[in-house]
Structures are given as C-alpha cells and as structure tokens.
C-alpha cells in the first residue's frame, strides 16, 4: 500500500525522506546556542526585504579563554581579524 500512497500522494515522499516538519533536537532553543556549545552566539542579518537569517558565531578553542563573558560587538569584530572563516550552512525545515 506503500507505493500506491506515494504514487498517490507524492509529496508525501519528501516529507518523510527529508522530515521538514520536525525540529531536532527537541525542546531546545537554537536560537540561544551559547546553551549548546561554548564561545558562540547568534547573529541575524537581513538580506532581502522580510528576509532574515540566522547565524551561529563560533570563535576557534584557541581563542575560547579570550571570548569568556563578551558580548555580541566583541563577536562582530573578532569577524575582522586575520584568522579564517567557515561557513557551514545547515537545518532542516522545522529550525530554518
């Protein structure tokens, strides 16, 4: 009955391939990472009209002693030193 479903309904699919519609990991607020992991914070910018994106700030172990207790302008400008940047973008639909 399966393969009828999806040939039915194939939108069905996606959702449970993909599960959009949850948000893992349960009960806990993405939108305060520094719960999560140490030397982090939250950034959003606008990128259109309505749009906004959030993002995670992680300064590297190195620097972990220097960021204990700074606030978000510490984090912005630590963006402006010399030390690379990575961006990992990653979500699913229930956290994006």
Same mark, same amino acid.
């Given at each position: %009955?399966?393969? *009828? !479903?999806?040939? !039915? *309904?194939?939108?069905?699919?996606?959702?449970?391939? @993909?599960?959009? @519609?949850?948000?893992?990991?349960?009960?806990?607020?993405?939108?305060? &990472? /520094?719960?999560? $992991?140490?030397?982090?914070? %939250?950034?959003?910018?606008?990128?259109?009209?309505?749009?906004?994106?959030?993002?995670?700030?992680?300064? &590297? =172990? %190195?620097? +972990?002693? /220097?960021? #204990?207790?700074?606030? #978000?302008?510490?984090? /912005? /400008?630590? $963006?402006?030193?010399?030390? &690379?940047?990575?961006?990992?973008?990653? =979500?699913? +639909? +229930?956290?994006?």
């Amino acid at each position: %009955s399966v393969p *009828f !479903l999806i040939r !039915l *309904f194939p939108a069905l699919l996606t959702k449970f391939v @993909f599960l959009n @519609f949850l948000a893992f990991p349960f009960f806990v607020d993405l939108r305060r &990472p /520094e719960l999560l $992991l140490n030397n982090t914070v %939250s950034l959003y910018l606008g990128t259109d009209p309505g749009i906004t994106v959030g993002i995670w700030h992680t300064v &590297p =172990g %190195s620097r +972990g002693a /220097e960021a #204990q207790g700074k606030d #978000q302008h510490w984090y /912005e /400008e630590a $963006l402006a030193d010399a030390h &690379p940047i990575i961006i990992y973008l990653h =979500g699913n +639909g +229930g956290t994006r």
